[in-house]
């Protein structure tokens, strides 16, 4: 894929921007030399491998109905959008709609999810919306809420941000942390990172911190 434009998590869109919280909870920790750590903590993301080279996307959609109680295959994942369980890529548009849609899942109970979103992919016009930022990441793993979160070419489940405050209105991000579907990170083997037990756990390479995709999900069951 061709890259027309790049942001860096530090640099992510938004339209609008909350303040951020300073003040240690269960999951927001000050580290030294003034680094905040904020991360998933009450409950795992369960990784789920993806089960072909690109089904990334599906399977980390899959891994975050799973966390909020819904298990939905990812091969109904693709099927949904495609037709059928074929070997193809999550285009943005594909994405944004599996974020802010109703599901059933895998034991026949319905659901509604609704995510604010940013994306920049770019060449596949048009982008946006913008509604996701740096701030609005860290509120939401603050709040337990794990964030749908792509690179250039890859989808993951971001657990976790290391940030130093720059302002009520702005950090720079340290270091982040994913649950990553591709294997060796996504079977049932280690990772490196700071919790070398957490199976699909490890942290993002500094290319990978080029965020063009992210989805904060909150999720609704319905009758």
């Known amino acids: 894929m061709k890259v027309i434009r790049k942001i860096s998590l530090l640099l992510l869109a938004c339209i609008s921007i909350t303040s951020l919280p300073l003040t240690a909870r269960a ?8 680094v905040w750590r904020v991360y998933i903590s009450n409950r795992p993301v369960v990784p789920v491998a993806q089960q072909t080279p690109v089904w990334c996307w599906a399977a980390s959609l ?5 966390y909020f109680g819904h298990p939905v295959n990812q091969q109904r994942i693709v099927s949904r959008y495609f037709g059928g369980p074929v070997p193809t890529t999550g285009p943005p548009a594909v994405m944004i709609n599996a974020l802010n849609t109703e ?15 940013t994306n920049i992919y770019p060449p596949q016009a048009p982008t946006g919306p913008f509604d996701v930022n740096n701030i609005g990441m860290i509120n939401a793993l603050d709040n337990e809420i794990p964030v749908f979160y792509a690179d250039t070419t890859h ?20 270091a982040g942390y994913a649950i990553d579907p591709f ?4 079977w049932n083997s280690p990772c490196p990172g700071p919790n070398p037990t957490a199976i699909g756990f490890r942290q993002l390479q500094p290319n990978e911190l080029t965020a063009l995709f992210a989805g904060i999900p909150s999720v609704t069951n319905l009758p």
């Open 62 to 66: 899959s891994a975050l109905f799973g």
């Open 27 to 34: 999951a927001h920790t000050q580290l030294p030399n003034g």
């Open 155 to 174: 989808a993951m489940i971001l657990v976790q941000l290391d940030y130093i405050p720059v302002s009520p209105t702005s950090v720079q991000i340290v």
């Open 183 to 186: 294997p060796p990170y996504g």
């Open 103 to 117: 599901w059933q899942d895998d034991l026949g109970r319905r659901f509604r999810v609704a995510s604010p979103v």
